[in-house]
């Protein structure tokens, strides 16, 4: 049992102080290769990438999704806009509100951007089978919360502005 043990605090040694910081850091490396050949910030992208995956969002929700100030929110915007990635559209709710939006060409423009690495995790995925690869999305999806938890206690404990969400 010691030896189990053993093994598996070294497994998971090597996940939290090697595999995932590693992994980090190339993600935010080729965030900022993608953000380049767009003409954006790298923050650009993440936004991108909420807006792809929740839909149209107001500027202020934005903001608190990627980590942002509501004025650093209206220049990522100002750019995302001048770049052709997204526009600003009537909120159909409340035609008071603006939401952002993105455009067919942006999202085809990052899609593009990234289909190397799709195709490229794609053939990794096809190694595992599909217990392991149901064990790997339940292991990222709860990273996913640790991760969007932490963010909220630190952004609490510092007196930084609201919840982590989705990315």
């Known amino acids: 049992m010691a030896k189990h ?45 909420v807006l792809d995956h929740h839909g149209p969002a107001t500027p202020s929700a934005l903001a608190r999704h990627v980590n942002l100030t509501t004025g650093s929110a209206s220049r990522m915007i100002d750019r995302l806009v001048a770049a052709g990635c997204v526009r600003r559209v009537a909120d159909p709710g409340d035609r008071r509100r603006v939401l952002i939006e993105p455009t067919r060409e942006g999202l085809e423009q990052v899609t593009a951007a990234y289909e190397g690495l799709i195709a490229a995790t794609r053939d ?40 982590a969400g989705e990315a």
């Not at 935010?28 to 936004?47: F, T, Y």
């Not at 096809?126 to 963010?151: H, N």
């Open 5 to 49: 043990v053993a093994g598996r605090e070294a497994l998971s040694s090597e996940i939290l102080h090697s595999a995932i910081p590693g992994w980090a850091i190339l993600v935010v490396r080729l965030n900022k290769v993608v953000a380049d050949r767009l003409g954006v910030a790298d923050v650009d992208v993440q936004c991108l990438h």
């Open 124 to 163: 990794d995925l096809a190694a595992f089978t599909d217990e392991e690869v149901d064990t790997i999305l339940r292991f990222v999806r709860a990273a996913e919360r640790s991760t969007a938890a932490e963010i909220d206690r630190l952004s609490s404990a510092s007196g930084g502005e609201g919840p």
